[in-house]
């Protein structure tokens, strides 16, 4: 099966595959033939098998028909598309001012449950589309003054946002040019017979731009859509969007929901990783009908051989961290990640002060990676260092802290799945936090979790952890302090936890389902067999005539009719 995977960002990696979990797919199904269409900010560096698109810098050199027909079709289009972004995100295609979009019915609906503002946004999109297939030269015609034009006439009209309304031409150019970006997959030669349409199945990892080759895959040639999302795109576009001028950000906004809308309507399938992510999608218009969840999937690697020798350990009856030869030791309790305030590493701090006190001796060790906030950082070094002073044995041994920072990024740093080996406990402090990945490293490794109740943090430890408000550290050092204390029943949620892992969060369950969804996507819809008649699904009541109503009776059924008794020469047989 020859399938086109259509990502966004960074089209690095050592097999130039765009992410962790893009290169175990591909590397798992290798008796499909992916080709990899990547979507990006940076230009491609000529990956095998990747075929790349650049949206930064300046659009490609080609000069915008002249055409007046040509002009036409290009502005019918445009113009519906940014009479769409302009009416606002009320519902029902209402500006926040409560005043109607447009719309053939009252409350701006269609019976089929679209707006208006839907259609013209798909109307106006799929109509660039066909200019840039037929005339060519859409980046430059979206970067016209013409388009600038059509723009702020947009905004200008009524029932226009009030943030757009209140572009000037500062703004209005930024966000013409914003949407080339975001537009400048129409133009990709990606749709001719040898790329996108031999292709049997298009898989999207994200409803943003990098989806707009398969929707027009699906539109042109009926191509199967499959939607992946492990992030949530449009949650990612607020986030990022929050430092731009309100009238970009409301125009720019507004794009990308109702790109998603339309990208979850258009998708055969729709497999989000958790269910934080599904009830994401079903608020921007997702029908419940064509999700399926489907988990990341990890390759177990490292995490596997900790696991496995806890469960060795467990196995000869003894506690897997404290059993064995050498002198018992401290406590550990382990925070992985990376460093930023949503991680509320602060609350962490402040929660180890009082497991301290129920648990002396207990140690915290901070393992962070990848990039981080240097500023967080600081603060939470400073914060470490004021709230645990220095300790030791006696007047002849150096003090240490009981909280360590450990850069794992740093040459000569121990490897991740030996900071696991070395932890009683793992703790997620998060405030906010999308699928825990960290959390799902220690299950691998057997180890138990207190984790706070953010994202997809409950739906992930199920039972085999203790799970608890976030921003209560309170409630943190509670949990922590009471896991620390009882290694029998650390150990046995340790055991529950990696066995929940391997089997929900495995790289092999996730490429198992990934074949089967492209199985059946490629085979099609399955044919609705005819219903098979019900007994008395017809009463006695409906074919009898109704008295005082005229006109021929209905004809009885067979057996509603009275019998006739057969004669022979007049006489009863």
């Known amino acids: ?47 095998p098998g990747v075929r790349s698109l650049a949206v930064d810098g300046p659009p490609p050199a080609a000069r915008a028909p002249r055409g007046r027909a040509a002009r036409r079709r290009f502005l019918d289009a445009y113009r519906d598309l940014v009479a769409a972004l302009a009416c606002g995100e009320g519902p029902g295609g209402h500006g926040p001012d409560g005043r109607q979009a447009g719309g053939d019915q009252e409350d701006g609906h269609r019976s089929d449950g679209r707006s208006r503002q839907e259609d013209r946004f798909s109307s106006g999109l799929y109509g660039l589309a066909r200019y840039a297939e037929q005339d060519g030269g859409l980046p430059a015609a979206l970067r016209s003054q013409e388009a600038a ?76 859509l499959l939607v992946t999302e492990y992030a949530v795109r449009l949650r990612a576009h607020y986030l990022g969007a929050r430092e731009l001028p309100p ?3 409301a125009l720019t906004s507004a794009f990308h929901r109702l790109l998603a809308a339309e990208t979850y309507r258009r998708a055969a399938l729709i497999t989000p990783g958790d269910a934080h992510i599904r009830r994401w999608q079903e608020r921007c218009g997702a029908p419940r009908e ?64 009082s497991i301290r006190a129920q648990v002396p001796g207990a140690r915290l060790h901070i393992a962070h990676g990848g990039p981080a906030d240097a500023d967080y950082l600081a603060r939470c070094r400073t914060l470490a260092a004021q709230l645990f002073p220095d300790e030791a044995a006696d007047t002849r041994t150096p003090g240490e802290n009981p909280v360590v920072l ?29 699928f ?30 203790l799970v608890v408000p976030p921003r209560n550290p309170r409630a943190l050092a509670e949990a922590c302090a009471a896991l620390l ?89």
């Open 1 to 47: 099966m020859r399938v086109a995977l259509l990502t966004e960002g960074d089209r690095g990696g050592a097999e130039g595959r765009t992410s962790a979990w893009c290169d175990r797919l591909v590397r798992r199904l290798a008796d499909h033939d992916f080709e990899v269409y990547a979507v990006g900010p940076a230009p491609g560096k000529g990956a």
């Open 149 to 224: 034009r059509a723009l702020e006439a947009a905004c200008r009209a009524p029932g226009a946002d009030r943030s757009a309304a209140s572009a000037g031409p500062a703004a209005l150019l930024a966000a013409c040019d914003a949407l080339e970006r975001a537009l400048r997959p129409l133009s990709a030669p990606w749709y001719g017979p040898d790329a996108l349409g031999a292709a049997d199945l298009c898989h999207a990892t994200c409803a943003g731009p990098a989806a707009l080759p398969g929707l027009l895959a699906a539109h042109r040639l009926g191509t199967p």
């Open 247 to 249: 009238p970009v950000r």
């Open 290 to 353: 064509r999700l399926r969840t489907v988990h990341p999937g990890l390759d177990a690697g490292g995490f596997a051989r900790v696991g496995e020798a806890a469960e060795a350990v467990r196995g000869s009856g003894g506690d897997d961290a404290h059993d064995g030869p050498g002198p018992r030791h401290a406590p550990a309790l382990l925070w992985t990640g990376r460093v930023e305030p949503g991680k509320d590493l602060v609350a962490l701090l402040h929660a180890f002060t």
């Open 406 to 434: 450990t850069d794992l990024s740093a040459p000569g740093a121990p490897a991740l799945a030996d900071t696991y080996a070395a932890a009683d406990l793992v703790v997620l402090s998060s405030a906010v936090e999308g």
């Open 436 to 465: 825990p990945v960290t959390l799902v490293e220690a299950m691998l490794c057997g180890r138990a979790t207190v984790s706070t109740d953010t994202g997809a943090v409950r739906e992930v430890v199920g039972g085999t952890g």
């Open 485 to 573: 204390r009882d290694p029998a029943r650390r150990a046995r949620l340790g055991a529950a936890a990696r066995a929940r892992a391997v089997e929900l969060f495995s790289a092999e369950q996730n490429a198992a389902a990934f074949r089967a969804i492209y199985r059946d996507l490629a085979a099609g819809p399955a044919p609705v067999a005819a219903a098979a008649p019900v007994p008395f699904a017809t009463t006695a009541e409906a074919v009898l005539p109704a008295a005082g109503i005229a006109g021929p009776a209905p004809r009885r059924p067979g057996w509603a009719r009275p019998r006739v008794p057969a004669t022979v020469g007049g006489e009863p047989a």
